[in-house]
């Protein structure tokens, strides 16, 4: 679903040797070095000043002069990524601050802000597929009924008219139409939305000189259609980077596909993964999902700036203590040195209020996440310890290592804590 400021619904139920050299030099246990940047007392809306010290500790930035456009993550605590100027954060409850606004202006000098795409189609509403019939008809993708365009997403006023970016005229488009004017007006991040191996948008084919030409299966798995993407943002990611500019990709992960969902993902400099572990009050990622999300995102958060959106059951205001936890532990057990957290309700517009739930003083990580007895994982900090059960079947009891320690809520906790299914738990030294 894309991260987009409008009602909507589905229609239908040389950048290689950057990433080896980012890949072979940053370990997934990578510890952080930077200063505490974190104060809730910092700003208007809770955000602190990280200082020179810190955007000279950036690793990413040693090792591919890009992300340089990208303010260091803080080391301590949570840095918050934002969704949209549509969506402004208030952090007065949680502290913190905002290091990254997807499709939105940067907050301040310690965030970075990026011009929305979605991926494949076009954003001027006056080419309809009516224009587009009379103008440019063998741009548009259909469905395998050779007279649906393949929109993936319908709104109040219609549709983006889908595009063959296999077609080296509508690559062209997109390019000279969209992304250059942006990177030459000074945007330096391109938040390519909807970036899918599935074809869930049911493309299929074209009209080439009035004949139907298939291109693809019509929707699900097809390797046709999953190729096709990664030549896409493989080709786009060489013109952003030609041009000093940086991609990032709000990427799905296709857990039969891992091994392409990397290749995908690494074509991209930051990586956003939309309802990462929660999607509103459907579910909770848990058991085979669960662990597939955690391996790529632990993956991931070691190697590049890393986004964790989760889509919450209720407005971040209102979050309960139980999924406070759920969200801000996975995000934790992952968290590398450029790593963001944001948190919506898909509903949600306006101002968001962050609860200090979102940003417990938990301190830094002192070493990596590590599996417990039972199937969970649990990662140790400063000043803390988060526990995660991911099982959808059965709870998980973890004897805490030793020293003393307290609920979020300040209540005392020892000997062993038993998690429901599907929980977590940020525990806090005393």
Not at 19 to 33: D, E, K, Q, R, T
Not at 295 to 310: C, I, T, Y
Not at 312 to 327: G, K, M, R, Y
Not at 390 to 409: D, E, I, M
Request: with cysteine.
């Amino acid at each position: 679903m894309p991260i987009l400021s409008l009602a909507k619904m589905t229609r239908r139920p040389a950048r290689w040797a950057v990433v080896c050299v980012i890949a072979l030099a940053i370990p997934g246990s990578y510890l952080f070095s930077a200063t505490r940047s974190n104060s809730a007392a910092a700003g208007e809306a809770g955000q602190g000043n990280a200082g020179p010290a810190a955007a000279q500790q950036s690793p990413f930035a040693a090792l591919n002069p890009r992300l340089k456009a990208l303010p260091p993550a803080a080391s301590e605590g949570t840095t918050f990524a934002q969704f949209t100027d549509n969506r402004p954060l208030d952090l007065s409850r949680s502290g913190g601050r905002v290091g990254f606004v997807w499709g939105g202006k940067a907050r301040g000098p310690w965030s970075a802000g990026s011009l929305y795409y979605p991926l494949d189609r076009d954003m001027n509403r006056g080419h309809t597929a009516e224009w587009y019939a009379q103008n440019a008809p063998e741009r548009v993708v259909y469905e395998c009924d050779r007279k649906t365009p393949a929109a993936l997403f319908t709104y109040s006023w219609g549709y983006y008219v889908p595009l063959d970016t296999s077609n080296p005229a509508v690559r062209q488009y997109i390019l000279d139409a969209y992304v250059l004017p942006a990177l030459d007006s000074g945007e330096k991040i391109i938040a390519l939305d909807n970036v899918n191996l599935r074809n869930t948008g049911r493309r299929c084919g074209v009209f080439r000189g009035g004949q139907w030409v298939q291109l693809y299966a019509g929707g699900g798995e097809d390797p046709a259609y999953a190729s096709g993407v990664l030549a896409w943002v493989g080709w786009l990611a060489d013109q952003i980077h030609a041009r000093g500019g940086l991609l990032a990709l709000n990427a799905k992960v296709d857990r039969d596909n891992v091994p392409a969902t990397r290749k995908l993902i690494q074509l991209g400099d930051i990586w956003l993964d939309e309802a990462a572990f929660t999607h509103d009050c459907d579910a909770r990622a848990s058991g085979d999902a669960w662990q597939v999300k955690m391996e790529l995102s632990q993956w991931a958060a070691a190697r590049m700036p890393w986004v964790s959106l989760d889509k919450s059951c209720a407005s971040p205001a209102d979050l309960t203590d139980d999924e406070a936890q759920w969200v801000v532990a996975n995000f934790l057990l992952a968290k590398g040195p450029q790593s963001y957290l944001g948190v919506f309700h898909d509903g949600d517009r306006g101002v968001l209020r962050y609860p200090a739930s979102l940003n417990p003083p938990i301190g830094v990580p002192t070493g990596a996440a590590f599996a417990i007895p039972g199937g969970g994982m649990a990662r140790r900090f400063s000043t803390g310890l988060v526990v995660v059960n991911p099982s959808s079947a059965a709870p998980l009891r973890y004897v805490l290592p030793a020293g003393s320690w307290k609920a979020l809520n300040g209540a005392p906790v020892s000997g062993a804590i038993t998690l429901g299914t599907t929980s977590a738990a940020v525990l806090l030294t005393q």
